[in-house]
């Protein structure tokens, strides 16, 4: 095989990283200032976004060291049976690529995962070599989030989280029936003991730190995980569920839903269908009511359809419908936690009707004030000047609070 340039080599790791999704937006439109003869271009190539635990955005490099693997889960475009070009990276070409994309200017971090090679703990050396030659030889103060191996030594994912800013693990599917059947090198238990580890050890360096500000850091920006959605029959029910859990016991600072798009060569046990956008969609925002609103999973699931969220409505609003006895809601008086459930009202919107009501009572027009969209609360809420008197009993809310039906695009992929 003929050797690869960098660049080739980049063209192939970034690609074959795009499946993470542990940053919240992919590549922009290819653009070539070759042809429009203005200034600057975009090769697509590895730079996404992601937020840093301050809530800055700031755009990484995404790649994989290498896209060869030893392991076949099924779901993988990088498994040992597929059939795509592969590259690998020295732990130097990432050093040198990060370090002259950001100078550039063109990042402020770097997110690294890798395919398996050798060994899990031979692949997890040269993950975190990447991370502490950048930190120190190189003094690189950007945001570096690695991708860890649950399978490698844990002497070794401790070190992984002096330098990086954010670890993750991916669990993948979010029932250990399906993990031993699509990655059937891969152990539900494993992964989850090996997150278990990390979320003590986050939580102990964070304890340190309070004491002492010499105190060594351990992965600052806490550790996140990614479920495929679509790739296994489970319900929604059943991946919030899986998520709750993983919040609640390991203390992880996110959950990736990333809808399972058919990849080449792809095993005859997956679907072949589109990947299911809206549904990924709905789990995310079943996701932060989880984390902000106060809902439970039961909450969230009552009135799904044989366990899936409704694609129609959002999950808030679905609940809204389904409990309308608890509305309306008195801005003026209700208590935060009432406030937060009310459809079409953020966490912003709430903390600025609590710090508003203390100067005076709310009326129509500071709601219009306060919220994007107060035609959507207006069913659900109570101000000094408005009441939606038998809005609430209407059959047909359902239909008026639905968004409108979209033309549908005959060349939409
Ligand atoms: S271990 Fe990771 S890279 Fe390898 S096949 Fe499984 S999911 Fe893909």
């Not at 993948?172 to 090198?185: F, T």
């Not at 029959?233 to 609640?248: E, H, N, Q, R, V």
Request: hydrophobic share 35%.
């Amino acid at each position: 095989m003929s050797k690869l340039s960098r660049t080739q080599k980049l063209a192939i790791l970034a690609d074959a990283a795009k499946y993470d999704a542990s940053c919240a937006s992919s590549g922009s439109t290819k653009r070539n200032s070759r042809k429009t003869g203005g200034i600057g271009s975009t090769g697509g190539m590895g730079i996404c976004h992601s937020y840093a635990p301050d809530g800055r955005c700031i755009s990484l490099l995404k790649i994989l060291l290498t896209n060869y693997c030893m392991f076949d889960c099924l779901y993988c475009v990088n498994r040992s049976s597929s059939n795509v070009r592969r590259a690998a990276f020295t732990v130097q070409d990432v050093v040198d690529l990060t370090l002259d994309f950001y100078k550039r200017n063109y990042i402020e971090g770097l997110f690294l995962s890798s395919g398996i090679i050798r060994s899990p703990d031979y692949t997890m050396e040269q993950l975190v070599e990447v991370a502490r030659r950048l930190r120190k030889v190189h003094r690189f103060g950007g945001y570096i989030h690695l991708k860890t191996i649950p399978e490698a030594d844990s002497e070794l994912l401790k070190e992984a989280g002096r330098y990086a800013d954010r670890l993750s693990i991916n669990i993948e599917l979010p029932d250990d029936k399906s993990i031993a059947r699509l990655a059937p090198e891969k152990s539900g238990t494993l992964i989850r003991k090996t997150m278990a580890g990390l979320g003590k050890r986050i939580g102990e360096a964070k304890a340190e730190r309070k004491t002492s500000r010499k105190a060594p850091v351990f992965s600052p920006g806490g550790h996140s995980t990614q479920m495929i959605i679509g790739a296994d029959p489970s319900d929604d029910g059943k991946i919030l569920t899986t998520s709750s859990g993983l919040y609640g016991r390991y203390g992880l600072k996110r959950v990736y839903y990333s809808a399972f798009s058919p990849i080449p060569d792809a095993s005859g046990g997956l679907p072949l269908k589109s990947p299911p956008l809206l549904r990924e969609h709905r789990l995310y925002q079943a996701d932060w009511l989880l984390r902000f609103y106060g809902f439970s999973v039961a909450d969230i699931m009552t009135g799904a359809n044989h366990g899936h969220l409704d694609l129609t409505i959002d999950p808030k609003l679905a609940w809204a419908l389904q409990n309308r006895d608890k509305f309306p809601v008195n801005v003026n008086l209700a208590d935060k936690e009432s406030l937060l459930r009310v459809p079409g009202l953020g966490t912003t919107g709430v903390g600025k009707i609590l710090r508003a009501r203390r100067f005076s009572a709310l009326r129509l027009q500071d709601l219009e004030r306060i919220c994007q969209s107060v035609k959507k609360i207006l069913p659900f809420v109570v101000a000094t000047d408005w009441h939606p008197g038998k809005q609430l009993d209407s059959l047909n809310l359902y239909d008026r609070l639905k968004p409108p039906a979209e033309q549908l695009n005959l060349f939409a992929v």
